[in-house]
Nanobody, 115 residues
């Protein structure tokens, strides 16, 4: 059974930082491209960062230069370092393989950027 468990979200002021973690189980993690996705209220879920099994990285334009995705295959974990956070980054953040599998969505972790 594949499971992704996200953690690290919270309430942060504009300009602040958070580090999200996603622990994977039930898959051979090192073989998969992984992504961080976000869903803001009233909007569709979208991909914000992707890291391939070989370490190639892509970002959505909205987060380039502010967010950094990384992975630790030994720990079967993918990370998202979020810096210079803006109110528009407020969303629930999920990890999944990339492209995603519908049945693999976890509970996500809430990120709220507000003063």
């Amino acid at each position: 059974q594949v499971q992704f468990v996200e953690s690290g979200g919270g309430l942060v002021q504009p300009g602040g930082s958070l580090r999200l973690s996603c622990a994977a189980s039930g898959i051979i993690f090192r073989l998969y491209d992984m992504g961080w996705y976000c869903q803001a209220p009233g909007k569709q879920r979208e991909l914000v960062a992707r890291i391939s099994s070989g370490g190639n990285i892509n970002y959505a334009d909205s987060v380039k230069g502010r967010f950094t995705i990384s992975r630790d295959n030994a720990k079967r974990t993918v990370y998202l370092q979020m810096n210079s956070l803006k109110p528009e980054d407020t969303a629930v953040y999920y990890c999944n393989k990339a492209p995603y599998a519908v049945s693999y969505w976890g509970q996500g972790t809430q990120v709220t950027v507000s003063s």
